[in-house]
């Protein structure tokens, strides 16, 4: 019942935030958890 409204809510904070110009932040932060995957898979 709450999933739709979160996942709407979700995607107004991100596009709100990329006007605010945070969206460089969210940008680090989806980079940090790639390399963070890579360095996992790697052992």
Do not use: H, Y
Request: proline share 2%.
């Amino acid at each position: 019942m709450f999933r739709p409204l979160s996942r709407f809510l979700n995607t107004s904070l991100l596009f709100a935030s990329a006007k605010i110009g945070t969206f460089s932040d969210l940008t680090k932060v989806f980079v940090g958890n790639m390399q963070l995957k890579a360095e996992m898979s790697r052992g």
